[in-house]
C-alpha cells in the first residue's frame, strides 16, 4: 500500500537522503521548508525517483504563528489517506559557540530555532497524530545533547531539549497508538557540517538515513546512527564531571 510521509525541514541532507529512500518505494510525500527553490529540485529529483505524489509547503520554523496553517496544508494534501504514516522533524542549525559565548541574542537565536521551534511544532504535531491514533514521528537530535560540552553546549542545551521533549512524546502517545523515535546522529558530513574536517567517525546522509528509515518502519527509543555513537556518548555520560572538565571535548 501507498505510504504517506510528512518531512518537516525537508531540504536538510540528511532529511532528503531519507525521502529518497522512501520515494524509490512509491510513497506520497509532503515536503516543508523555507527554501521553496531548492524544495522544487528536492520535489523533482523525488518524482523521478518514484514517488506517488510530491507536495511543497512553505515553513519558516521561526514563524512560530505560521506552523498551525503549514499543517493543516500538509493535512489537507493527503486528506483522503487519512493522515501521516510517518513524520520526520530535521531542521536546524549549528550555531557558532563562541559568538553564542558573547552575546545574548545569539544564543537565544540559536536555541529559539533548535529548541523553542521543536516544541511549538511538536505541540501541534502531536495534537494530530493523537487524533489519528497511529503512525510514527522520527524527531532529529542529537548526541551533543546527552552531555553539554565547552565547544558547543548552546546548540548541545537545545538538543537536550528536544530530546527530553521526544521522549514525554513517546511516553505520552505510546497508549494512543502513535510511535516517537528520537533520532541521534553522530557527525554527518551536511552543509551543517561544511566547515569541519572529517574523520573515520564520519558518515553520509546516505549511512544515517538508512537507520532513520529503519528506525521509522519499526523503531523504538533513541535511536543512535550509526550505531557506534550509542557507546561512544554511553563512556562520554559515563566521565565524572571532575574529570570531564579537564577534556577537550
Ligand atoms: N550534520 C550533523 O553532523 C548532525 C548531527 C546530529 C544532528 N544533526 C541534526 O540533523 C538535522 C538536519 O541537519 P543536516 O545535518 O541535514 O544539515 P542541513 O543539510 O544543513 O539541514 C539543516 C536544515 O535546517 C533548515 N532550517 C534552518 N533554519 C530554518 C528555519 N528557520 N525554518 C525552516 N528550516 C530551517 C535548513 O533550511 P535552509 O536550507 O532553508 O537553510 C536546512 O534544510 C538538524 O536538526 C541537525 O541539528 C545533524
Keep these: 500500500m501507498t505510504h504517506t ?63 498551525e496553517a503549514a499543517l493543516s496544508m500538509a493535512w ?48 501541534l504535531l502531536a495534537q494530530r497524530f493523537e487524533r489519528q491514533g497511529r503512525g510514527v514521528i522520527g524527531i532529529v537530535s542529537s548526541p551533543a545533547g546527552d552531555r553539554g560540552r565547552a565547544s558547543n553546549y548552546v546548540y548541545g542545551a537545545s538538543k537536550a531539549a528536544v530530546t527530553a521533549l521526544a521522549s514525554g512524546l513517546r511516553h505520552r502517545l505510546a497508549r494512543k497508538g502513535v510511535r516517537v523515535v528520537t533520532l541521534l546522529p553522530g557527525f554527518v558530513d551536511t552543509p551543517m557540517t561544511a566547515g569541519f574536517a572529517k574523520g573515520p567517525l564520519w558518515a553520509t546522509p546516505e549511512r544515517v538515513a538508512q537507520d532513520i528509515d529503519r528506525a521509522l518502519a519499526g523503531g523504538f527509543g533513541h535511536v543512535y546512527t550509526p550505531w557506534f555513537w550509542r557507546w561512544i556518548m554511553r563512556v562520554v555520560r559515563a566521565l565524572p564531571e571532575r574529570i570531564f572538565v579537564r577534556t577537550k571535548l
Design 5 to 67: 510521509l510528512l518531512v518537516i525541514g525537508a531540504t536538510s541532507a540528511i532529511a532528503h537522503a531519507v525521502s529518497r529512500r522512501h520515494a524509490a518505494r512509491g510513497a506520497r510525500l509532503v515536503l516543508l521548508a523555507r527554501d521553496a527553490t531548492r524544495l522544487e529540485a528536492n520535489a523533482a529529483d523525488l518524482r523521478v525517483r518514484g514517488a506517488a505524489e510530491v507536495h511543497c509547503i512553505a515553513f519558516d520554523a521561526l514563524d512560530i504563528d505560521g506552523h
Design 76 to 123: 489537507a494534501a493527503v486528506d483522503d489517506a487519512g493522515g501521516f504514516d510517518a513524520a520526520l522533524l530535521a531542521w536546524g542549525s549549528l550555531p557558532d559557540q563562541a559568538a553564542c559565548e558573547a552575546s545574548v541574542a545569539q544564543a537565544l537565536q540559536a536555541f529559539d530555532l533548535n529548541a523553542r521551534s521543536v516544541l511549538a511544532l511538536l505541540t
